[in-house]
């Protein structure tokens, strides 16, 4: 499934008129993506999308991340990037947590390739930034 969401990633675009727009790199690996997200006046997701280049996992993985937090009210989305945040860098022992991460369990597995983790982590890092900019205007535009 990784592989599938590498080759076509979801809410791959640029996302005109986003609310907040956060670029971040990974100088390990090369990766670098740009995240826009549109956020309602109650803070929700209303959408979301990224663009940039990088390696199967980070991409896969902000596709990933695109589609699970797409919808989702801020707090909800935060806590989302909590929980994932430790799945990837550390072992998952708790069944059900992965139950609660649905597909993205499917990242669960590169905590044991410390090389790969930056790549997993890097479009959640992009989400944390975008979710607690605050009120900075989109410098984008
Ligand atoms: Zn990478």
Redesign the pocket.
Known sequence: MIIEHAHSPRNFRELAGATRTVDVV?PL???HLTLYLDLAADGAVSDIAFEGD??A??RASASLMTTAVKGLPQSDALALFTRVHSMLTTETVDEKALVDVGKLAALSGVWEYPG?VK?ATLAWQALRNALETGDRPNDKE
């Open positions: 990974n690996c090369g990766d990088g390696c996992i980070s790969r790549c």
